[in-house]
């Protein structure tokens, strides 16, 4: 899977996703490139100016991102948002 989220306790939600890139030979999202996040207040009905996109990881020569996974209560990471 390419994409992933959570709602947070403070009334957001961040999702988390692996972008692809557009091939000049025709195989259109063959090469995914980039991990990306999001986070967006749930009772938001447009889009804040200054809400983008941040790279979490950008896969280097040789390296593909195939997807990403979310495992809730593992411990491994705190995400501050």
């Not at 000049?24 to 804040?48: E, F, H, Y």
Request: hydrophobic fraction near 30%; aromatic fraction near 4%.
């Amino acid at each position: 899977m390419a994409l992933t989220g959570r709602i947070n306790r403070d009334g957001t939600a961040t999702i988390w996703a692996v972008t692809s890139t557009v091939s000049g030979s025709g195989d259109q999202g063959a090469d995914p490139d980039k991990l990306v996040k999001i986070t967006d207040r749930l009772n938001d009905t447009t889009r804040p100016p200054s809400e983008s996109f941040a790279t979490l990881r950008t896969a280097r020569f040789g390296e593909v991102l195939r997807g990403v996974s979310f495992t809730p209560g593992t411990g491994a990471h705190r995400d501050s948002n």
